[in-house]
């Protein structure tokens, strides 16, 4: 009897370990075994901010750790020369402008009036020199006047000739009104000054260095006072909505995710469980990288995917690391 109580309970041990070494062939439960566990870290995202013109630092509106949202001012500095640049550009722009509209309207009624006069005067003198060149030159020819005054004579006809054409262009001129080539040579200097006076409307807006997206500020390189350079970084802000998870999945449970499943999110010492969906899958392979703790081997291949935290708060923070669940992955395939 002994014995044969002995054989039973060894054939139920060995049975009991069977079951366990194959699960059962799938009839004893063992746990949730559709889930997949993949570990990552939440995604770093920061913007550095700098002025893209120098001068020196006016006013500090915010502090390490303040949430700014977007267009919220961060810093200003001095923007008096600026300013001043812009008088100067408006003068330069107004008068290139009024040199473009006197050329276009052409001349004034008075100023032509004033060259028909002008030239009628001209025209007057060229006709009495002739006269007198007429009378004189039969008195020349019979002695009665000397040479040194029919000279003259011909020197005042020859003077009047020219003055009569001068005053004669100079009229045609002031009806033609200004050339084509002075209008357009016009209109490009009122260009050029509209594109100097926006330039420097550009640098006074840029004495404003405002936030570009919502997030946190996290470090601050400037004080009031300090005297900052183009380009040089001032703030760096965090950008944490929407909070990201980069995650690995290795290559052979790939099959098991697609984009849209929704997953589960935890943090070491965080009992929250946050929902996410998993949002893009990279379409190359790349080996586990250090970060990332799991327990295969670091050689296996992975793919990084990217997760979308619904509902993230404070406790989430960047650069942390975290295990997603994929509760309703697809089953593992095998051989």
Known sequence: MNRRRAIGIAALVALAIAAVATSGFGLV????????????NVDIREVDMAFEVGGRVERVAVEEGDRVEQGSLLAQIDASQNRDRLR????????????????????RPQDIRQAEARAAAARAALENARNDYRRRQALVEEGAISHALWDRTVADLRRAEAQAAEASQALALQRA???????????ARVEA??????????DLGDTRLVAPVDGTVVTRAIEPGSL????????????DRPLRVRAYVAETDLSRIAPGMGVEIRADGNPK?????????????????KSVETEDLRTDLVYRIRITVAAPDNALRQGQPVTVTVPDARPAATD
């Open 177 to 187: 009104g200004a050339r084509d080539e002075d209008i357009a040579a016009a209109r």
């Open 273 to 289: 469980v946050y929902r996410g969906t998993i949002g893009h899958i990279s379409p190359r392979a790349e080996f586990t990288p």
């Open 88 to 107: 100067q550009a408006d003068a330069r722009l107004a008068q290139a402008r009024a040199d473009l509209a006197r050329l276009v309207n052409g001349n």
């Open 193 to 202: 000054a509209e594109a100097e006076r926006s330039s420097i409307d550009t």
């Open 29 to 40: 439960g063992g746990g949730d075994a559709a889930a997949l566990k993949l570990y990552g």
């Open 228 to 239: 900052v350079q183009p380009g040089a970084t001032a703030f760096t802000i965090a950008i």
